[in-house]
């Protein structure tokens, strides 16, 4: 398996401008997450989704930030409009049943978010 | 308070050492625990799951105590690959991961 994949691997871009993150989670994977980590607040977690529906996304800074995914195999994170104080890395991961188990989560490599 | 606390560090020890991290966490509806190890500029991967029974894997001993609501990492005769750092992390029965922000080890020769 290729494991989760992230595109962009990174990604510098304009205040005000629309970023959006994608993610593709292991195959058979049930549980998506998408966490943010910055030197100041560590690894944060924006938002997980189960079975395609979004469970928990009080993680998710304010209205500028969305998360969709349309189908077992796709995830995306969009910003709109992107401020620099989103500059970080964004992480998206996959597990196979969740927290209620002792079930690995998968981490992708991470998209480095620089916006200027 | 956060959720999940953990001692920043930065550790630096000789190798060969023995080290131990500590960490602690807030919810007392906490269900599982982990130790995740992430290198400079990569993701987090799993190192090990805590156990309430304590489990060891190779060097590595985790320990959890669910009364004082804390959780250790001991390292025995640290090589210098074990430089990186070190995650603590804890589930809720919602399925919701807090991080700790880690703990930073350098193994020097």
């Known amino acids: 398996d290729a494991g989760v994949i992230q595109s962009p691997r990174h990604e510098v871009t304009e205040m005000g401008q629309e970023v959006t993150l994608r993610c593709k989670p292991i195959?058979?994977?049930?549980?998506l997450f998408w966490y943010r980590q910055t030197m100041m607040r560590g690894l944060e977690l924006l938002i997980y989704f189960n079975n395609n529906v979004p469970i928990d996304d009080s993680g998710m800074p304010e209205d500028r930030f969305s998360a969709k995914m349309p189908n077992a195999s796709f995830s995306t994170l969009k910003i709109q409009p992107s401020e620099p104080r989103d500059s970080a890395v964004y992480f998206c991961a996959s597990s196979f049943g969740g927290g209620l188990s002792y079930n690995e989560q998968f981490f992708g490599p991470g998209t480095r978010l620089t916006v200027l | 308070r956060k959720e999940v606390e953990q001692d920043p560090g930065p550790f630096n020890v000789p190798e060969g050492a023995t080290v131990a991290f500590n960490c602690t966490y807030s919810?007392?509806?906490?269900?599982?625990f982990f130790w995740y190890r992430q290198d400079c500029r990569k993701e987090p991967k799993l190192l090990m799951s805590?156990?309430?029974s304590g489990n060891e894997d190779g060097r590595f001993t985790a320990q959890l105590n669910r009364a004082s609501q804390y959780i250790s990492l001991l390292i025995r005769d640290s090589k210098l690959s074990d430089s990186a750092t070190y995650l603590c992390?804890?589930?809720?029965?919602?399925?919701?991961?807090?991080f700790g922000d880690g703990t930073t080890l350098t193994v020097k020769p």
């Open positions: 805590v156990y309430s």
């Open positions: 195959s058979g994977h049930d549980y």
């Open positions: 992390v804890v589930n809720t029965n919602a399925g919701k991961s807090t």
């Open positions: 919810n007392s509806a906490s269900q599982s």
